[in-house]
């Protein structure tokens, strides 16, 4: 089991920029990978990016490269998403997922995580 804690969420202006966490806990020595999404009001879930959890080798979405960046702290278990020059279609709860299971977790499908977060808001104020 790996237990996902997301925060750092909260309302911003356009323009602004947000530091998310992912606190992850429990067997995440089985982790290929962690992975970002988010979710706006009457859509689907996004990914946004990922991150290998022993290679640190990242992917992103095409929608936020460059103003999106993912990094993590393997002796924290901690996995961060850094949002800049944020838009209001930005608004969403964006959420940290884990891939102990398939290591597919570059693909970015929802299918590829077996572990969630409850999700943390992002509100982008015009």
């Known amino acids: 089991q790996v237990q996902l804690v997301e925060s750092g969420g909260g309302l911003v202006q356009a323009g602004g920029s947000l530091r998310l966490s992912c606190a992850a806990s429990?067997?995440?020595?089985?982790?290929?990978?962690m992975g970002w999404f988010r979710q706006a009001p009457g859509k689907a879930r996004e990914f946004i990016g990922g991150i290998g959890w022993s290679t640190g080798t990242t992917y992103y979405a095409d929608s936020v490269k460059g103003r999106f960046t993912i990094s993590r702290d393997n002796a924290k278990n901690m996995v961060y998403l850094q949002v800049n020059s944020l838009k209001p279609e930005d608004t969403a709860v964006y959420y940290c997922a884990a891939d102990s299971q398939r290591g597919t977790w570059h693909l970015g499908r929802l299918t590829d995580f077996n572990y969630w977060g409850q999700g943390t808001q992002v509100t982008v104020s015009s």
């Open positions: 429990g067997r995440t020595r089985s982790t290929y990978g």
